[in-house]
C-alpha cells in the first residue's frame, strides 16, 4: 500500500484545511500511510489558525508523486483544475449535495449531509477510539464552528455539536473563540474586498445553459460593509459577470452578526431568480433575508428553479 495523498480543492477554505490533515492522521494512525498535501493557497481564516497556533499546514504544487489519492469536503473533478486523475481517487468524504462523484470510479464514497466534512472526520477518530491530536482537534473545530457559523447557521445539524463538544473538550478552546475566528475572516479593507470577490470565480457553475457565479463573504461588519462599498460591490460582480459571460451572478453576504443574509445583485435577471426562490424583494441592490443561508444551500435551490 502506498502513500496517500490527502487533500481538498485547490485554495481549501478552512473545511478542506482542516480535514486533510486530520484524515491523514487517522490514516496514518490506523494502519496505513498518508500524507496531507493542500493545493493552492488555504482561506484566510485556514492561515490565521495555523499561525495562531502554530500548526503547519502542508502545500504541495502538485499530485503527480502520488498514485492514491482521498479527497476531503469535496467531489467535484472541474474544482481541480487538471490537477488530479480522477482514477486515482480512493475515496471521497463530502457533506455536499451538489456533487458529481461519477468521475471517480474507483472511490469508495461517504456523502453525508452535515454541516461540516470535518463532523465526518471527527467522527472517525471518535467511532474508531483513536486519539485524536490537538492540532487536528483545533482545526477540525474550527471547521465546524466556521461551516455552521458557530451553530446558527441552518445548514448545523446535531452531529456537529456533538463532535464539536468533543473537540472542545480536546482542544481546550474557549466557547468564545468564535469570535477571533470570525474577525480573522472579516477584514475586507482596500483591494481585499475584490480579491476575495474575485477568488470564488474560479466556481463557475453551469445549470442547463446558464452559467453562473456566487461568491461568499461570511463576515463580522457586513452591513457595514454594504452601506460603506455597495456601488463597488455591484460594479465588480457587474464586471465579473460581463468578463466570464455569466447569466446570474449575486454575492451571498452572510452577517454573522445580525443573522442575516444580503443577496446583492443589480443584474436584474438575478433579482428576478432570487425573488422566485425566496420571495424577496431587491432595494437599491440588495434583499434581505433573516437566519444564515450558505451558498451550498442555495444551489440545489436554483437548479430546481432552472431546470424546470
Ligand atoms: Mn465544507
Known amino acids: 500500500m502506498g502513500n496517500i495523498l490527502v487533500t481538498s480543492y485547490i485554495n481549501p477554505d478552512m473545511d478542506g484545511t ?51 489519492i ?35 470510479v474507483n472511490a469508495k464514497k461517504q456523502i453525508e449531509l452535515v454541516g461540516s466534512a470535518a463532523t465526518l472526520v471527527a467522527e472517525k477518530f471518535i467511532g474508531n477510539n483513536v486519539k485524536i491530536s490537538r492540532d487536528s482537534a483545533i482545526l477540525l473545530l474550527s471547521a465546524i464552528i466556521s461551516n455552521t457559523l458557530n451553530f446558527k447557521g441552518s445548514v448545523t445539524t446535531d452531529r456537529d455539536r456533538v463532535v464539536a463538544d468533543f473537540l472542545f473538550e480536546v482542544s481546550k478552546l474557549e466557547k468564545d473563540y468564535y469570535k477571533e475566528l470570525f474577525a480573522s475572516k472579516s477584514d475586507m479593507a482596500g ?37 460603506q462599498r455597495g456601488p463597488e460591490i455591484l460594479e465588480i460582480l457587474d464586471e465579473m459577470k460581463k468578463t466570464d459571460q455569466l447569466d446570474f451572478i449575486f454575492l451571498n453576504l452572510v452577517d454573522l452578526e445580525n443573522i442575516c443574509n444580503y443577496f446583492v445583485t443589480k443584474d436584474f435577471e438575478t433579482q428576478k431568480l432570487i425573488n422566485k426562490i425566496y420571495g424577496l424583494d431587491f432595494v437599491e441592490g440588495h434583499a434581505i433575508k433573516e437566519g444564515l443561508v450558505l451558498r451550498k444551500q442555495i444551489w440545489p435551490l436554483i437548479v430546481s428553479k432552472l431546470e424546470k
Open 18 to 68: 482542516a480535514c486533510a490533515v486530520a484524515y491523514a492522521e487517522f490514516i496514518n494512525k490506523t494502519g496505513g500511510l498518508s500524507t496531507a498535501g493542500l493545493l493552492g493557497l488555504p482561506h484566510e481564516e485556514a492561515l490565521y489558525v495555523s499561525e495562531r497556533f502554530n500548526i503547519f499546514l502542508p502545500l504541495i504544487e502538485n499530485t503527480d508523486d502520488f498514485t492514491k
Open 70 to 104: 482521498v479527497l476531503v469536503d469535496v467531489s467535484e473533478l472541474r474544482l481541480f483544475a487538471g490537477k488530479i486523475v480522477p482514477e486515482k481517487v480512493i475515496e471521497i468524504i463530502d457533506h455536499r449535495q451538489v456533487g458529481q462523484t461519477d468521475e471517480f
Open 191 to 227: 483591494e481585499k474586498l475584490k480579491n476575495t470577490l474575485m477568488a470564488d470565480k474560479i466556481v463557475v457553475r453551469q445549470i442547463s445553459d446558464k452559467r453562473i457565479v456566487v461568491p461568499q463573504l461570511e463576515i463580522i461588519g457586513a452591513k457595514e460593509l454594504l452601506e
